[in-house]
């Protein structure tokens, strides 16, 4: 059973920065295309940041230049770390993984991020 779980959410303040992180337990991470997602109240789900298994990495528009998002395969985790941030980008964060050995797709619980002063 694939599980992803999250953590490093919280209040910042605009301009501010945190790192979250997702560790995958119950699988190979190293075959997982490992992705950020948020979604903000009344909005939809949108991609932030991800990394496939080879290392090619894919951003959202609204997070180029700001967001880094890196991968251990040693330690089964994805990180995403995320600097200058706006309230904007205040959304529950979610993790997810891919891979093409499976038609499913795993999601973590998602953390909460609020950027306000």
């Known amino acids: 059973q694939v599980e992803l779980v999250e953590s490093g959410g919280g209040l910042v303040q605009p301009g501010g920065s945190l790192r979250l992180s997702c560790k995958l337990s119950?699988?190979?991470?190293?075959?997982?295309?490992m992705g950020w997602y948020r979604q903000a109240p009344g909005q939809q789900r949108e991609l932030v940041a991800r990394?496939?298994?080879?290392?090619?990495?894919e951003y959202g528009n609204p997070v180029k230049g700001r967001f880094t998002i890196t991968r251990d395969n040693a330690k089964m985790t994805v990180y995403l770390q995320m600097n200058s941030l706006k309230p904007e980008d205040t959304a529950v964060y979610y993790c997810?993984?891919?891979?093409?050995?499976?038609?499913?797709?795993?999601w973590g619980q998602g953390t909460q991020v609020t950027v306000s002063s």
């Open positions: 997810n993984a891919d891979t093409e050995f499976s038609p499913d797709d795993y």
């Open positions: 119950g699988s190979i991470f190293s075959i997982y295309t």
């Open positions: 990394i496939t298994d080879g290392g090619s990495i």
